[in-house]
């Protein structure tokens, strides 16, 4: 049998609040962004303006797999901390994450663009951080892509083997790593994660070897960009997916892809983990699935996340409420 090393990081958990925004940019090197009223650039999330077509993003299935172990915490926090077998406040100094459930994140085409291209700049050149080697943060990244941020934070981790990777697992065991965060500072990670005023994220999963300490690992390497626009909409998010194995809980593989939804008379078609989204205004909406099966539900100023599992069963989930 073969002995293989294996190795997980998770690093720096980096953020910006509002309240902190010139001091902890300042501390990052970067200058605070102005003008604009944040629309990303080519983003293809559809907008409710009078009906149309759009595709809801090309996230992968392990990127999906990541949002949904997101929300899952976002929406409830405390059973998250108990299915890792940790308070929720376990190791927190500095703020205190509350019980109530958070809106869920929308995926950001932006966002993930950005991501992505740094994990794939990592791997690239075989270093782990949030700036690069000539200095440019995640901050000065999301701004040359368009993003203009009223609030921003990144995670990053990855895990490596000198064997053979299996990426559904990893991706899985990367989620518990950022939201334990063991013997990392204030649980930084956790605390970015569970940020109740972002509304966006963008995920970046990208499979390379990776050299560190003299051995090449068979990684992921994950970004994690969070975000809320100036002048943000609000977003009608959620996935489509057939609970194949019973265990009421979103799967790598159970995702059900090109399916359209459609949400008054605009609709959408799934990415390849059955994930989708609508940026929208507070009002009424009726959400229609393939199956036939639809919900009529009211917007408010938070993200509203709406699944529909196993073809017939719809679940949404408001946010920003007590569980």
Request: proline share 4%.
């Amino acid at each position: 049998m073969l002995n293989h090393f294996i190795a997980t990081f998770r690093r720096g958990a980096m953020h910006v609040l509002p309240m902190l925004f010139a001091a902890l940019l300042v501390g990052c090197g970067t200058q605070a962004p102005t003008g604009g009223d944040g629309q990303p650039a080519g983003s293809t999330l559809p907008t409710l303006t009078g009906g149309g077509t759009a595709a809801s993003g090309d996230n992968s299935v392990l990127e999906q797999l990541h949002l949904e172990r997101i929300n899952r915490a976002r929406l409830k926090p405390a059973a998250e901390a108990a299915r890792f077998g940790i308070a929720l406040n376990e190791g927190v100094t500095s703020t205190t994450i509350t019980t109530a459930s958070k809106q869920a994140v929308a995926m950001n085409p932006t966002l993930t663009a950005v991501a992505r291209a740094h994990s794939q700049d990592m791997l690239n050149r075989d270093y782990f951080e949030h700036n690069t080697p000539e200095g440019q943060s995640p901050f000065d990244r999301m701004q040359a892509a368009g993003y203009i941020y009223r609030s921003a934070g990144e995670n990053l981790t990855w895990r490596g083997t000198t064997g053979t990777l299996d990426e559904i697992t990893t991706a899985n065991a990367q989620h518990q790593d950022l939201f334990v965060d063991v013997d990392y500072p204030n649980r930084g990670h956790r605390v970015v994660m569970l940020n109740a005023d972002y509304k966006e994220v963008g995920v970046g999963v990208l499979r390379g070897m990776f050299a560190q300490d003299g051995h090449n690992y068979d990684s992921l390497m994950t970004t994690q960009d969070y975000g809320t626009r100036s002048n943000s909409p609000t977003f009608v998010l959620g996935v489509v997916y057939d609970d194949t194995n019973r265990n009421g809980d979103y799967d790598a593989g159970e995702g059900v892809s090109g399916a359209t939804v459609a949400l008054g008379s605009n609709t959408t078609t799934t990415n390849a983990g059955g994930g989708y989204s609508f940026a929208v205004q507070p009002g009424q909406y009726t959400i229609r699935f393939p199956s036939g099966a639809q919900q009529q539900f009211n917007v408010g100023n938070s993200n509203v996340k709406i699944d529909c599992v196993s073809a017939t069963q719809i679940l949404i989930n408001l946010g920003l409420g007590p569980i």
